[in-house]
């Protein structure tokens, strides 16, 4: 069973920044994707930013600039890197692992999500 347990989130005034952890129960590199995802109240839950295997990064068009995804190998982490944060990132954040499947499929891990409340 996999666990992702994510830690780092708080209430702070907008223009600050946070950093988000999300630690893995096993090698974050035996995923195909590591993404953050979040969910303001009464909205979808929506991609943030995920990183590749290989590497590679994608960013949601509203946090691109201000947020970075990192990854600590060694100690089967991921990192949201939060600047210049705005009251519309208000929002539960969740950590996600996914691997895709030989039939077109995936399957999704999910932590328990930490709360991230930006004050105007």
């Known amino acids: 069973q996999v666990q992702l347990v994510e830690s780092g989130g708080g209430l702070v005034q907008a223009g600050e920044s946070l950093r988000l952890s999300c630690v893995v129960s096993r090698s974050i590199f035996s995923f195909n994707l590591m993404g953050w995802y979040r969910q303001a109240p009464g909205k979808q839950r929506e991609l943030v930013a995920s990183?590749?295997?290989?590497?590679?990064?994608n960013y949601a068009d509203s946090v691109k600039g201000r947020f970075t995804i990192s990854r600590d190998g060694a100690k089967n982490t991921v990192y949201l890197q939060m600047n210049s944060l705005k009251p519309e990132d208000t929002a539960v954040y969740y950590c996600?692992?996914?691997?895709?499947?030989?039939?077109?499929?995936?399957?999704?891990?999910w932590g328990q999500g930490t709360q991230v409340t930006v004050s105007s």
């Open positions: 990183i590749t295997s290989g590497g590679s990064t």
């Open positions: 996600n692992a996914r691997n895709r499947n030989s039939y077109g499929g995936s399957t999704d891990y």
